[in-house]
């Protein structure tokens, strides 16, 4: 990821704890998407609701469309936490993309919920659960910050790496969780 929610606690704690902290560092929250002209469009996280209304990226039956989705985020609050979307087990029938075009139609889906998801999951929506969907819209919702580390994100990956063994081109067999630690057996190329 490019930057990463506030309210994504575990991974703070652990970029705090791992000795990254002095590298957290605020991010923009502002999102731009394109048109089919090349045009960008503007969208403040903060402001979203106000945005969405002035924008001429989409039209006005597809902010409507889009307006499904506060309704839907407001129904599941109780169950969307970052840390557990197991919470959202219903929905992990069908993919983000299916969710979407089926519940804000083809144009908003194209025009708003494809980039959105694909910017802030990572993946394009048809890998993805509809909770996942659901998820990221709630975090528009919410007025919370967004941080990134100043030397980019794959510092965390790499500082990370800095604490365990690595082995490349191995195939997982076991892996063994235990309430402090997990133990994980591989297979080299070698055997």
């Not at 910050?145 to 990370?160: C, E, N, S, V």
């Not at 365990?164 to 080299?188: G, K, P, Y």
């Amino acid at each position: 990821p490019a930057q990463i929610v506030g309210s994504y606690t575990r991974f703070m704690s652990i970029v705090k704890e791992s000795g990254l902290g002095d590298q957290l560092i605020p991010a923009s929250t502002v999102l731009g998407m394109l048109d089919e002209h090349g045009q960008c469009h503007d969208f403040e996280v903060e402001k979203m609701f106000r945005d969405m209304a002035k924008t001429k990226l989409i039209p006005f039956k597809e902010k409507l469309d889009l307006a499904r989705i506060s309704v839907d985020v407001v129904r599941h609050r109780k169950k969307l936490d970052v840390e557990d979307l197991t919470k959202l087990a219903e929905f992990d029938h069908m993919s983000a993309e299916e969710y979407g075009r089926k519940r804000f139609g083809h144009g908003a889906y194209e025009n708003f919920v494809d980039p959105v998801i694909r910017g802030f999951v990572g993946t394009a929506p048809n890998t993805v659960s509809a909770s996942d969907l659901l998820w990221v819209f709630a975090a528009f919702m919410k007025v919370q910050k967004y941080y990134a580390l100043r030397d980019g994100m794959q510092t965390y990956a790499d500082h990370l790496g800095t604490f365990f063994e690595q082995e490349l081109s191995a195939e997982v067999t076991a892996v063994d969780e235990r309430a402090s630690d997990v133990d994980v057996t591989w297979r080299d190329q070698a055997g």
